[in-house]
DNA sequence: GCGTTACCGTAACAAACGGTACGGTAACCC
DNA sequence: GGGTTACCGTACCGTTTGTTACGGTAACGC
């Protein structure tokens, strides 16, 4: 036996690199020399610590989305009532952490997806557990509504927030912070205001 | 002087070759060889016909941002009051040509606008002018609005449909076109409804 | 039909890619 | 503290990238 290593500290240090990398160079510079760089080691570690590059990127992915959801719970944890819960949650997707960085590594991993099967899937799962969310929070909110209405009404209310979220990112002086808040807010509150039907 | 060719017509093939090549092998696989046997050439010809990959994609870019324009003013053109030209309009926009290519190769360019500038400028340019179009129908539907609400109502509208184009490309199964239909639909009918305010 | 000239396929280039193999180095156990 | 062993930086491999240069070929004017 010799020296030991936290393998998994290397996994998340490696993920965050890739992160890095995709924000500020696109797909196209997501190279394993660029995440070695950017991590501070060799193309040597990233070998070892991962068996090829297409196992770094689905760790990469699938710490991101294990990281958005911690930060949804946070969210939903935080507001009182349901309808806040429900805008708390929506509202903190569309508010970018860094200078749109996530946006960018989101779109990075999105156009990767077309290529790798792997990410495609991991894709689909995440979108998929934030409709999830998205209905059960809603759930409260419209209990007067059936099952399909309320999913028809999580799916507008999912995909208002990843058009934003793919706007602000290159437009950001258009939909700004503002824009982006007060119009789920609206959305939310029409959505939460009796008028059955 | 000797034969004498059309360049117009290599050019709008090789972007065609762009398009089929981004929507089926990614932007990772977006290569000068890749387009150039999918047009039926060399990259001889690629390289005579644009002075690098960069002016290719640019092209291609623009070339794309023609063609929505021309089929988005079709759908205006075709129908018959406001409410319906609106109606219209949207739902074209999240209506899949081919099997979702064109999402594909919007995805694909918005990745590449990552680390293009160039591409990125087109982007901005055409998603705003997508806006104005959307407000542009808007202000007949809804003359008791001002300008401020309107704009707002038309950048949700507009991140519906995004999102929507998003959403449906990784999972047409949950995002049916019925269900994009039936919300950007509903969304319409909301905002053209009497109820003041 | 022949000479001229533009076109573009062919081939090669340096650089960079993902991935492999080796060996020096440093930490652990006894 | 010395021997052992895992770690990982270094160097290299074959392939592929964007781009350049050349030369055969085919079309046009006369």
């Given at each position: 036996?010799?020296?030991?290593?936290?393998?998994?500290?290397?996994?998340?240090?490696?993920?965050?690199?890739?992160?890095?990398?995709?924000?500020?160079?696109?797909?196209?510079?997501?190279?394993?020399?660029?995440?070695?760089?950017?991590?501070?080691?060799?193309?040597?570690?990233?070998?070892?610590?991962?068996?090829?590059?297409?196992?770094?990127?689905?760790?990469?992915?699938?710490?991101?989305?294990?990281?958005?959801?911690?930060?949804?719970?946070?969210?939903?944890?935080?507001?009182?009532?349901?309808?806040?819960?429900?805008?708390?949650?929506?509202?903190?997707?569309?508010?970018?952490?860094?200078?749109?960085?996530?946006?960018?590594?989101?779109?990075?991993?999105?156009?990767?997806?077309?290529?790798?099967?792997?990410?495609?899937?991991?894709?689909?799962?995440?979108?998929?557990?934030?409709?999830?969310?998205?209905?059960?929070l809603l759930a409260p909110v419209r209990p007067d509504w059936d099952d399909a209405r309320r999913g028809r009404a999580a799916k507008s209310l999912v995909a208002l927030v990843e058009g934003f979220n793919v706007l602000a990112m290159r437009d950001p002086g258009t939909y700004?912070?503002?824009?982006?808040?007060?119009?789920?807010?609206?959305?939310?509150?029409?959505?939460?205001?009796?008028?059955?039907?």
């Open positions: 036996m010799a020296r030991k290593k936290d393998v998994q500290a290397d996994r998340e240090r490696l993920s965050a690199a890739v992160w890095s990398v995709l924000a500020e160079r696109g797909l196209t510079g997501l190279t394993l020399r660029a995440v070695a760089e950017r991590a501070g080691c060799t193309t040597g570690l990233v070998l070892h610590t991962f068996p090829d590059k297409r196992a770094l990127l689905v760790h990469a992915r699938e710490l991101l989305h294990q990281r958005t959801a911690v930060r949804a719970d946070a969210a939903e944890h935080g507001a009182r009532d349901a309808v806040d819960r429900l805008k708390a949650v929506l509202s903190q997707a569309v508010t970018p952490s860094g200078n749109h960085d996530e946006s960018r590594v989101w779109v990075g991993f999105l156009a990767a997806s077309l290529a790798d099967p792997a990410l495609a899937e991991l894709h689909v799962a995440h979108s998929r557990a934030f409709l999830r969310r998205v209905e059960r700004s912070q503002d824009v982006k808040d007060t119009a789920i807010g609206a959305e939310v509150e029409r959505l939460a205001t009796p008028p059955p039907d």
